[in-house]
């Protein structure tokens, strides 16, 4: 089950991270040391300032995208493992709803070990990317859906946010072997909505 207390006390600033622009992605940088004697004090990285807690959802510029490059590109996506990019409170609620939702279907489950965030292009609002966290039973599993033609093994949060700001998730699960297919929409404190994408369900 999940961390509910932990995961209240997140939760009361998530509605605010999507409306904050630019400071509503990554932790605060590091203190600068003193400078010795008779030297300036070494420049500090200008980075967006930190959302909540200890850590934030995700580290990203203000084009919501990490500072650093991906591991895989197409056309459409971008893939970026999860490690210095997810924050790891995030990445074990993402897994603790993922495993709840597979549970009922008999599906493989997830630890998070595996996990890549996938940034798609869009044109729509801002143009900044939609954001996807794709966690794998397996690496068999997470090479055949970045690199082959066919993703049979899904385990998807996709980031949706309601027009009064409010993040919900779409979860997309799929088992090619099951012929499994299936959509769920998430509250913020982890109720489901319905059982297809937040983007149909609210629109």
Not at 18 to 23: I, K, S, T
Not at 115 to 131: H, Y
């Amino acid at each position: 089950m999940i961390h509910r207390t932990f995961y209240f006390i997140c939760c009361a600033a998530v509605s605010l991270l999507f409306g904050l622009g630019p400071m509503a992605w990554a932790s605060d940088p590091p203190p600068a040391k003193p400078a010795a004697k008779g030297k300036e004090a070494p420049k500090t990285v200008e980075r967006p300032t930190r959302t909540f807690g200890e850590e934030p959802m995700f580290y990203f510029d203000s084009e919501r995208r990490p500072f650093t490059e991906p591991f895989h590109k197409t056309d459409l996506e971008d893939y970026y493992l999860c490690r210095g990019i997810l924050g790891q409170w995030y990445r074990e609620l993402l897994v603790d709803e993922i495993n709840t939702l597979l549970e009922p279907l008999g599906l493989d489950k997830v630890d998070g070990a595996t996990c890549a965030v996938r940034l798609v292009k869009t044109n729509l609002g801002k143009k900044r990317p939609i954001v996807a966290v794709d966690l794998y039973p397996n690496s068999d599993a997470m090479r055949s859906c970045v690199l082959g033609e066919k993703c049979s093994h899904m385990r998807s949060a996709v980031m949706y946010v309601s027009k009064d700001k409010t993040l919900y998730r779409s979860y997309i699960i799929t088992d090619g072997a099951k012929h499994v297919n299936k959509n769920y929409c998430l509250t913020n404190k982890g109720e489901t909505l319905a059982e297809q994408s937040c983007w149909r369900y609210f629109n």
